[in-house]
């Protein structure tokens, strides 16, 4: 199957993308239909059908856990649930599609299925690096301005913080997506990524990606100055906040306040700054996959499991559940 083209431009189709065992062997892409007799695919679909599996049952469970708990309704764990509901909603943008083709072995995605994943990739993976900002700053009110807290962080200004936060990434990621559409692709129907991404598609695309490639930049810049500054600040306050507390218990309370928030940014960035800020020698899309493969699938295994056995409050909430059942 191919892409259909009317005059430079595609009117409908079908793009046929990497898959995460082309990615993991380092092979050139197909663009035929693979044997059906070929079972290679098979540990990798078992391994990410087990991995998402675990990420919804983990995510779904701490939203459950933080609506049901009248003791977990503090701005820390309204951050948390938000959290989880982007981590969920950006595993399904990706992992199923990734199963499919695993099952199917032809890995191929329609042009408007490719736009909307693009779409609601763009929202999620923007609104983490925003909801990981917002958590670091209730955990900067709630060590130097311990008194102010309730005061500071009331429900009204939390929910105008995450409201702010998922419209700014509504916009971003429909002006990306937009300014996609209005692209010609006829340089070839193979995209260089195991799912829809910016950088991959215009490189399909034959004619000028100028907007494209500034609204990219002006949007990565602001999208890890701002979060990155403020996790920056409220740390660099925390910690001369921690290191004035005199007793050791106190000190040793503050960091695990914060412990799960930093091991979450350090994960979440680090995987990200692997995949998109190498050499200029080296091609992202080709040495940054299996990076990409971790911030969009194993992060959001990993928050939940972070946040559940590091937070002792979760940790007895899920024990009193347990034994209630």
Known sequence: MKLIYKHGNLEEGRIYSFSLFVCFLNLEPT????????????????LFLGIYVVTVVGNLGMITLVGLSSHLHTPMYYFLSNL???????????TPKMLMNFVTEENIISYHECMTQLYFFLLFIISECYMLAEMAYDRYVAICNPLLYNAIMSYYWCF??????????????????????????????????????????????????????????????????IPGLTILISYIFILYKIFHIHSTEGRSKAFSTCSSHILAVAVFYGSAAFMYLQPSSVSPMDQGK???????????????????LRNKDVKLKMLEKRIFF
Request: net charge neutral.
């Open 160 to 225: 105008q913080l995450t409201a702010a936060g998922y419209i700014l990434c509504i916009i971003q990621s429909t002006f990306h997506t937009c300014l996609m559409l209005r692209l010609y692709f006829c340089k070839a129907n193979v995209i260089n990524h195991y799912f829809c991404d910016v950088f991959p598609l215009m490189e399909l695309s034959c004619s000028s990606i100028y907007f494209n490639e500034l609204l990219a930049l002006v949007c990565s810049s602001f999208n890890i100055l």
């Open 84 to 94: 989880s509901l982007i981590d969920l909603c950006q595993s399904t943008v990706i």
């Open 31 to 46: 663009k035929k239909k693979m044997d059906p007799g070929n079972h290679s695919s098979l540990p990798l679909f078992l």
């Open 290 to 308: 299996v990076s990409s493969v971790f911030y969009t699938c194993i992060v959001p295994l990993l928050n939940p499991l972070i946040y559940s």
